[in-house]
């Protein structure tokens, strides 16, 4: 078949869901026609413009960068549909009828071009009634693409086949999700709920069984299924509280009746805190009240104080303070699998639910196999990239072990599955395998392990063997990624920059120097590339009173950053999630960045009561000096600059950083998947090594004295005014100010970055004695939020 190219993407339904995957796909690059019902007036598309304003207004962002708005063309059913001739892919995502569904695909068939794409959104329809009554071309090229909500947050991407999709159009979508959209693509059988929804919902189930079973709260139940398990705080009672205690209920009761074999699903029992609930319509925040609810109390910043139901007697109340050693013992953890083996040691009842919880979890997916899919792996894959859990299903049936997994089962009077007794009988006691640093998961069919595919351009650290560890210290490991570069790899806790880290750098560069490697990446596999600088050390020095010491350690991250920036070897940052702070000083002073979409940048350092002191001030003012152009109004460009460090500003994307000054266009780059950009910066290592020039260290920097000074302090002044700053804050703003100028000179002037580093660390230092700054770094370190005083 012809190479498929996606131009133009057509999205059948403007609801909640259908919006956020248009802005999705827009926000990749792609256009696309949004088209639902006609309004009635004059303006058809009224109800599809709201609708979209209403998905572009909510927090998070459903789009990347408020630029990619303009990829989005809004219609109706009635006048459009003419316009899906000139679309490449059309996704239908309106409401879950059959009928409706069906009528709306004969009016497609009428425009569509031969060979065009057409997916259906849907959570539960089987895909061979979707097709009935469809031509041979529209059914070849037809599957079910189940985006999960939302769609530019979680990366899953179920696709399920008809008996008639062409194999290429798969293949496509597999790629073309995982290149293009980030996704990861997960291929399922054509079975209630798909593997996710099959999975995550009976097991959400179970929790409220469990949870009026062992009369816990509600807190601690989200605590244990949430963060000591590895997924999001919002556990088991917030997400529903989130997601809708009707829409949870209603997908529950669906497989119930579309499962009737299914005898663990049957099993669960409804606890009579749902009923209580859903006969009052409190379905959470929908209705304004739900597992949890906002009461009239206020607490001591004047926000309303949240109360939770007791499970018990359906009252809400303050949630209680915890007791369970289970929860004490879990945040003192920060490995997954040893911290799931310590609370199982537990004996209390928040470990009870986790051996019940997790035991139902293994018995219940086990079972599951091979109805809804023939891989372990794809299960794993969809309930870690669809829920967010850290590992799926039997990722953590690997991590306490294979018998103690059995054993859970035994507990809870679980049969286990024919396959998994053979696996017993054949002494194989793991579900994965590393194998030449390739991932193998065993083939429940044939008990053989099998490479995963999809695995070449994703390179995973803690799979390459030892002799791939070139150096390594508390704080880094340096790794042979071969083709001659190296990756640097934080291994600090939450990879906060400590001394570990800088003098690593140092030494990383020095033995790649020296050994004629290509080049290095500096990145992990980590959620978060850093939380920045190690604070902990900073207070800990500022509070001593030990500056000489302070000047050293400031001194040694200004020199790493230099360091990389004057190697005789490219350095590229491969960055995602976090990268604060001194991170995005490290990366600025790279030669080039692959940077995850979802990597969220910024100099943070004034939420703290500080400036940019590892190099990025600086950076700032020799970006600034390199953007000036003769004759030109110089002024704008420096506020800009100022702002976004005096502000502490944050992009929400990568494509967000660009705008701040955080990447550059000429050198830096967006990856659109989460897991691929350590195998993108290397072939960009690769490429700068070609014809790579050692830097010469730059004297030619122009800052504008007094002139700048004066306008960035009015700048300063009107932030104090309107109430964007605190006086501690204007402090801060003047030193920023004070660095971007280049001091106060008289009129301006060229000067060298060790002149602008002195000023650098000179204002950091000067910072580091204030009270209020001391302040904020303490409150920082104690309730992890900043301190505006």
């Given at each position: 078949?012809?190479?498929?190219?996606?131009?133009?993407?057509?999205?059948?339904?403007?609801?909640?869901?259908?919006?956020?995957?248009?802005?999705?796909?827009?926000?990749?690059?792609?256009?696309?026609?949004?088209?639902?019902?006609?309004?009635?007036?004059?303006?058809?598309?009224?109800?599809?413009?709201?609708?979209?304003?209403?998905?572009?207004?909510?927090?998070?962002?459903?789009?990347?960068?408020?630029?990619?708005?303009?990829?989005?063309?809004?219609?109706?059913?009635?006048?459009?549909?003419?316009?899906?001739?000139?679309?490449?892919?059309?996704?239908?995502?309106?409401?879950?009828r059959l009928d409706l569904k069906k009528s709306l695909y004969e009016k497609i068939e009428n425009h569509r071009k031969p060979k065009t794409l057409i997916?259906?959104?849907?959570?539960?329809?089987?895909?061979q009634q979707l097709v009935e009554e469809r031509t041979e071309d529209f059914k070849e090229h037809f599957c079910v693409t189940h985006f999960f909500n939302?769609?530019?947050?979680?990366?899953?991407?179920?696709?399920?086949?008809?008996?008639?999709?062409?194999?290429?159009?798969?293949?496509?979508?597999?790629?073309?999700?995982?290149?293009?959209?980030?996704?990861?693509?997960?291929?399922?059988?054509?079975?209630?709920?798909?593997?996710?929804?099959?999975?995550?919902?009976?097991?959400?189930?179970?929790?409220?069984?469990?949870?009026?079973?062992?009369?816990?709260?509600?807190?601690?139940?989200?605590?244990?299924?949430?963060?000591?398990?590895?997924?999001?705080?919002?556990?088991?009672?917030?997400?529903?509280?989130?997601?809708?205690?009707?829409?949870?209920?209603?997908?529950?009761?669906?497989?119930?009746?579309?499962?009737?074999?299914?005898?663990?699903?049957?099993?669960?029992?409804?606890?009579?805190?749902?009923?209580?609930?859903?006969?009052?319509?409190?379905?959470?925040?929908?209705?304004?009240?739900?597992?949890?609810?906002?009461?009239?109390?206020?607490?001591?910043?004047?926000?309303?104080?949240?109360?939770?139901?007791?499970?018990?007697?359906?009252?809400?109340?303050?949630?209680?303070?915890?007791?369970?050693?289970?929860?004490?013992?879990?945040?003192?953890?920060?490995?997954?699998?040893?911290?799931?083996?310590?609370?199982?040691?537990?004996?209390?009842?928040?470990?009870?639910?986790?051996?019940?919880?997790?035991?139902?979890?293994?018995?219940?997916?086990?079972?599951?196999?091979?109805?809804?899919?023939?891989?372990?792996?794809?299960?794993?894959?969809?309930?870690?990239?669809?829920?967010?859990?850290?590992?799926?299903?039997?990722?953590?049936?690997?991590?306490?072990?294979?018998?103690?997994?059995?054993?859970?089962?035994?507990?809870?009077?679980?049969?286990?599955?024919?396959?998994?007794?053979?696996?017993?009988?054949?002494?194989?006691?793991?579900?994965?395998?590393?194998?030449?640093?390739?991932?193998?998961?065993?083939?429940?069919?044939?008990?053989?392990?099998?490479?995963?595919?999809?695995?070449?351009?994703?390179?995973?650290?803690?799979?390459?063997?030892?002799?791939?560890?070139?150096?390594?210290?508390?704080?880094?490991?340096?790794?042979?990624?071969?083709?001659?570069?190296?990756?640097?790899?934080?291994?600090?806790?939450?990879?906060?920059?400590?001394e570990g880290i800088l003098k690593g750098i140092q030494d990383s560069i020095q033995l790649a120097e020296d050994q004629g490697w290509k080049g290095i990446?500096?990145?992990?596999?980590?959620?978060?590339?850093?939380?920045?600088?190690?604070?902990?050390?900073?207070?800990?020095?500022?509070?001593?009173?030990?500056?000489?010491?302070?000047?050293?350690?400031?001194?040694?991250?200004?020199?790493?950053?230099?360091?990389?920036?004057?190697?005789?070897?490219?350095?590229?940052?491969?960055?995602?999630?976090?990268?604060?702070?001194?991170?995005?000083?490290?990366?600025?002073?790279?030669?080039?960045?692959?940077?995850?979409?979802?990597?969220?940048?910024?100099?943070?350092?004034?939420?703290?009561?500080?400036?940019?002191?590892?190099?990025?001030?600086?950076?700032?003012?020799?970006?600034?000096?390199?953007?000036?152009?003769?004759?030109?109004?110089?002024?704008?460009?420096?506020?800009?600059?100022?702002?976004?460090?005096?502000?502490?500003?944050?992009?929400?994307?990568?494509?967000?950083?660009?705008?701040?000054?955080?990447?550059?266009?000429?050198?830096?780059?967006?990856?659109?998947?989460?897991?691929?950009?350590?195998?993108?910066?290397?072939?960009?290592?690769?490429?700068?090594?070609?014809?790579?020039?050692?830097?010469?260290?730059?004297?030619?920097?122009?800052?504008?004295?007094?002139?700048?000074?004066?306008?960035?302090?009015?700048?300063?002044?009107?932030?104090?005014?309107?109430?964007?700053?605190?006086?501690?804050?204007?402090?801060?703003?003047?030193?920023?100010?004070?660095?971007?100028?280049?001091?106060?000179?008289?009129?301006?002037?060229?000067?060298?970055?060790?002149?602008?580093?002195?000023?650098?660390?000179?204002?950091?230092?000067?910072?580091?004695?204030?009270?209020?700054?001391?302040?904020?770094?303490?409150?920082?370190?104690?309730?992890?939020?900043?301190?505006?005083?």
């Amino acid at each position: 078949m012809r190479k498929r190219r996606i131009r133009k993407v057509a999205v059948l339904g403007a609801g909640l869901m259908g919006s956020s995957i248009a802005c999705h796909f827009a926000g990749c690059g792609f256009n696309v026609l949004l088209l639902d019902l006609p309004s009635e007036g004059k303006d058809k598309n009224k109800n599809v413009k709201e609708a979209l304003d209403r998905c572009l207004k909510s927090k998070p962002a459903n789009i990347f960068h408020k630029k990619f708005v303009s990829n989005i063309e809004c219609g109706n059913f009635d006048d459009d549909l003419v316009k899906l001739k000139d679309c490449d892919w059309v996704i239908e995502v309106i409401i879950e009828r059959l009928d409706l569904k069906k009528s709306l695909y004969e009016k497609i068939e009428n425009h569509r071009k031969p060979k065009t794409l057409i997916t259906s959104n849907t959570s539960g329809i089987p895909v061979q009634q979707l097709v009935e009554e469809r031509t041979e071309d529209f059914k070849e090229h037809f599957c079910v693409t189940h985006f999960f909500n939302p769609p530019r947050y979680l990366p899953l991407l179920e696709v399920i086949p008809s008996q008639e999709t062409h194999p290429e159009v798969l293949e496509f979508i597999q790629d073309f999700g995982k290149r293009f959209l980030g996704k990861q693509v997960v291929i399922c059988k054509d079975t209630p709920a798909f593997i996710a929804n099959r999975i995550g919902v009976p097991a959400m189930g179970k929790v409220f069984e469990l949870a009026h079973e062992l009369k816990l709260n509600i807190g601690d139940v989200d605590k244990l299924t949430g963060p000591a398990l590895g997924r999001p705080k919002s556990g088991t009672f917030r997400l529903t509280d989130v997601v809708g205690l009707d829409t949870a209920l209603m997908v529950i009761q669906a497989l119930k009746v579309n499962c009737p074999q299914d005898r663990l699903l049957q099993e669960i029992s409804s606890p009579p805190f749902l009923e209580h609930l859903s006969s009052n319509k409190w379905f959470g925040n929908k209705s304004g009240k739900g597992f949890f609810v906002k009461s009239t109390e206020l607490d001591s910043s004047g926000k309303a104080i949240i109360h939770a139901m007791d499970l018990q007697t359906l009252e809400y109340r303050p949630d209680p303070k915890t007791l369970l050693e289970s929860i004490q013992i879990s945040k003192q953890i920060e490995e997954l699998p040893k911290r799931l083996k310590a609370i199982l040691k537990c004996n209390d009842d928040g470990a009870v639910l986790i051996r019940k919880s997790l035991g139902f979890l293994f018995g219940y997916t086990a079972n599951r196999i091979p109805e809804i899919s023939d891989h372990l792996f794809s299960v794993d894959q969809a309930l870690r990239n669809g829920f967010g859990w850290e590992m799926g299903p039997f990722e953590y049936w690997d991590a306490i072990g294979f018998e103690e997994g059995l054993a859970l089962l035994k507990e809870l009077q679980i049969e286990a599955p024919n396959w998994l007794e053979e696996m017993q009988a054949k002494g194989l006691n793991t579900f994965y395998q590393i194998k030449d640093s390739k991932l193998k998961c065993i083939n429940p069919l044939t008990l053989k392990y099998d490479l995963l595919p999809d695995q070449d351009d994703i390179i995973q650290l803690k799979y390459l063997t030892q002799e791939k560890t070139i150096l390594k210290n508390s704080e880094i490991k340096l790794h042979d990624i071969e083709d001659g570069v190296l990756c640097l790899e934080f291994t600090s806790k939450y990879n906060a920059i400590g001394e570990g880290i800088l003098k690593g750098i140092q030494d990383s560069i020095q033995l790649a120097e020296d050994q004629g490697w290509k080049g290095i990446v500096i990145g992990n596999n980590a959620t978060n590339f850093t939380v920045g600088a190690n604070l902990m050390l900073i207070g800990m020095l500022a509070f001593q009173q030990e500056y000489e010491m302070l000047n050293q350690a400031v001194k040694l991250f200004q020199q790493t950053s230099m360091r990389c920036r004057y190697s005789a070897i490219p350095l590229v940052a491969a960055t995602q999630g976090y990268v604060f702070g001194g991170g995005t000083e490290i990366l600025m002073h790279c030669d080039a960045a692959v940077c995850a979409v979802e990597s969220y940048i910024g100099l943070v350092e004034v939420g703290v009561g500080l400036l940019p002191g590892g190099g990025g001030t600086k950076e700032f003012a020799l970006r600034f000096s390199d953007q000036m152009k003769p004759g030109e109004v110089q002024i704008p460009q420096l506020i800009d600059a100022f702002k976004t460090i005096a502000t502490a500003s944050v992009a929400t994307s990568a494509h967000e950083a660009f705008d701040y000054g955080y990447l550059l266009k000429s050198r830096d780059q967006v990856n659109m998947h989460n897991k691929t950009q350590i195998h993108r910066a290397k072939r960009k290592v690769i490429e700068l090594a070609e014809q790579y020039t050692q830097p010469v260290s730059r004297n030619d920097i122009n800052v504008l004295g007094r002139s700048g000074l004066g306008t960035l302090n009015t700048a300063a002044f009107t932030l104090l005014k309107g109430g964007y700053a605190s006086e501690h804050d204007i402090k801060i703003a003047k030193k920023i100010a004070h660095v971007l100028c280049g001091g106060d000179l008289s009129g301006p002037q060229i000067v060298s970055e060790e002149y602008l580093l002195d000023l650098e660390r000179e204002a950091f230092l000067s910072l580091c004695t204030e009270p209020k700054t001391m302040a904020r770094i303490q409150h920082m370190l104690e309730n992890n939020k900043p301190l505006r005083n």
